[in-house]
């Protein structure tokens, strides 16, 4: 079976794609396409796993999710607030629709960030744990009144078919535009399931410095940010303040950060939090 690139629901043609924005759109989908990573047949998802995750989620500013299905490009479980932030029918969007809203300056980042995903994830991590990490990465995205903001992208595949080729992906889009105007082109993938998270994973022409988390650094980062102290860190965790503290200068040297503020924002903005 052909997997189409333009589904039915697609407010443009491929052929006015090509036209207005070049091959950008098409230079996304190669990504997916020629890894031959992408699922050769349907796959089930489990409902409860879903509404788990959703129900999760923390939100730093106004977000939209949706479930992109990589077997065939369509979506589901389209969140209504995706009219508020894009002004799209939640019933009506097709994937093309929210790639179109990639700034064109930035889809070069997105298209690198996501060849670099696929090869961290399967390459690095192994195709055993990609259903154990969030991928998260920003680019700049036009809202429903016209203007560009930032948006942080999380993906986290659910599903993958039976050579372990991945199927379907919840995507969480956040407004951050209100923490940073720029676009740090970073990528991080952040381990669940007590695996530790990597950050600023390099991607192709774009130059990072590749962070590792350990699972007790992401737990305290995670008490940290909600406004907890040494002492009660070191009783949550139980463990001593003195450890707290070292973990804590650690943190502040790996990140190159100041303070706490600046590390509760960096981490914000790298999915961690």
């Not at 690139?5 to 396409?33: A, T, V």
């Not at 744990?129 to 930032?150: E, H, I, P, Q, T």
Request: net charge neutral; with cysteine.
């Amino acid at each position: 079976m052909q997997k189409k690139l333009f589904g039915k629901n697609d407010i443009f043609s491929q052929k006015i794609l090509e036209k207005f924005m070049g091959n950008e759109i098409l230079k996304l989908h190669s990504i997916w396409e020629k890894t031959q990573l992408t699922a050769t047949k349907n796959t089930s998802l489990t409902q409860f796993k879903f509404e788990e995750l959703i129900n999760s989620i923390i939100s730093t500013g106004p977000f939209y999710y949706y479930i992109i299905d990589f077997f065939d490009m369509s979506l589901s479980n389209v969140s209504k607030s995706i009219t508020d932030i894009h002004g799209f029918d939640p019933a009506t969007v097709s994937f093309n629709d929210i790639l179109a809203t990639i700034h064109t300056d930035d889809m070069d980042f997105v298209a690198a960030a996501e060849q670099a995903n696929l090869e961290f994830l399967y390459g690095t991590l192994g195709k055993d744990l990609v259903l154990n990490y969030k991928s998260c990465f920003s680019f700049r995205s036009r809202m429903k009144d016209g203007s560009y903001a930032m948006l942080n992208h999380q993906a986290l595949l659910l599903t993958l078919d039976d050579a372990g080729n991945f199927g379907k992906s919840l995507n969480i889009h956040t407004r951050i535009d209100h923490l940073t105007k720029n676009n740090t082109h970073t990528l991080s993938l952040i381990g669940l399931n007590d695996l530790p998270s990597f950050l600023n994973i390099p991607v192709a022409g774009f130059t990072n410095i590749s962070i590792k988390y350990s699972k007790r650094e992401i737990d305290i980062l995670k008490l940290i940010a909600n406004g907890q102290d040494n002492n009660e860190i070191a009783a949550a965790l139980f463990i001593s303040p003195l450890t707290v503290k070292t973990h804590r200068n650690n943190i502040l040297r790996k990140t190159d950060c100041k303070n706490t503020s600046e590390l509760i924002k960096k981490c914000i903005l790298q999915g961690l939090i």
